[in-house]
């Protein structure tokens, strides 16, 4: 842990609450909450935003960063949490990437979407610690993937973490979005590409959907292998971060 990070630790209140420091409402700053390891960047319209909807960048860092930290040993993270509805979900409203080089979280809100408040509530922390997941398995672990089996088995670590981190929640609904035949038509198709290097238009054909395969095949089959998997050998998603995904493929194909 650098001296940085053990000074924001010691900046926390007794209570271990945050210190957010707003961002200059008259400017386009960035306001900045710290907890722990986290560091969230978070844009003047984005905490606008959320103060406007009763939540404060403060309490929803918090809710995520305790239990995702008692699970899993965060590294140094950044997260930005901005408006920008472009990188959000359509019917949501918010959207969750990781960059997959430096491990950067950006969580991204459309100021337009009518139930953003509702999304906020049920979704802000399950997508946050689908995220830190990630991050930490890019910044220390074998990275996020680059054939289609290591791509759906990250994914799918990540959502069986959310069921770990919040088992109150259940999991995300790209997880289990599909199942039956139409999974199991999925994975013949994964079967045969498994090893495939697909870049980013692979990525999108596998996790949005294409003419051969339906939308979220690749969170609803990695969520499933990933599943099975760890329900057998009786493991957790949060303790198998570091894990290659070969260890986990090499079960089913
Ligand atoms: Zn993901």
């Known amino acids: 842990m650098s001296v940085l990070a053990v000074a924001l630790l010691v900046a926390c209140g007794r209570d271990g609450s945050s210190r957010g420091t707003g961002p200059d409402r008259s400017s386009k700053a960035i306001g900045t909450v710290s907890l722990g390891p986290v560091t969230a960047y978070v844009d003047a319209d984005a905490w606008r935003l959320l103060e406007e909807l009763g939540e404060t960048p403060d309490r929803l860092l918090e809710d995520v960063v305790e239990p995702v930290r008692s699970l899993l040993p965060l590294p140094e993270t950044e997260v930005v949490v901005q408006v920008a509805p472009e990188h959000a979900v359509g019917k949501y409203g918010i959207g969750g990437f990781t960059d997959p080089k430096a491990g950067r979280v950006y969580i991204s809100l459309d100021d337009g979407f009518r139930d953003?408040?509702?999304?906020?509530?049920?979704?802000?922390?399950?997508?946050?610690?689908?995220?830190?997941?990630?991050a930490l398995r890019i910044i220390e672990g074998p990275g996020y993937g680059k054939t289609v089996g290591e791509e759906v088995i990250t994914e799918g670590l990540a959502d069986v973490f959310v069921t770990e981190a919040f088992?109150?929640?259940?999991?995300?609904?790209?997880?289990?979005?599909?199942?039956?035949?139409?999974?199991?038509?999925?994975?013949?198709?994964f079967r045969r590409e498994v090893d495939r290097?697909?870049?980013?238009?692979?990525?999108?054909?596998?996790?949005?959907?294409?003419?051969?395969?339906?939308?979220?095949a690749g969170y609803s089959l990695g969520f499933d292998l990933v599943k099975r998997y760890i329900d057998e050998k009786g493991r957790s998603a949060g303790e198998m971060v570091l894990v290659p995904a070969g260890v986990i493929l090499e079960e089913f194909v």
């Open 116 to 134: 953003l408040g509702a999304s906020i509530e049920g979704l802000f922390d399950r997508l946050l610690a689908h995220e830190l997941h990630h």
């Open 167 to 189: 088992p109150d929640e259940g999991p995300l609904s790209v997880a289990v979005d599909l199942s039956g035949a139409e999974l199991d038509e999925v994975f013949r198709v």
């Open 197 to 216: 290097r697909y870049g980013r238009s692979g990525h999108a054909r596998w996790f949005y959907g294409s003419a051969e395969l339906p939308p979220n």
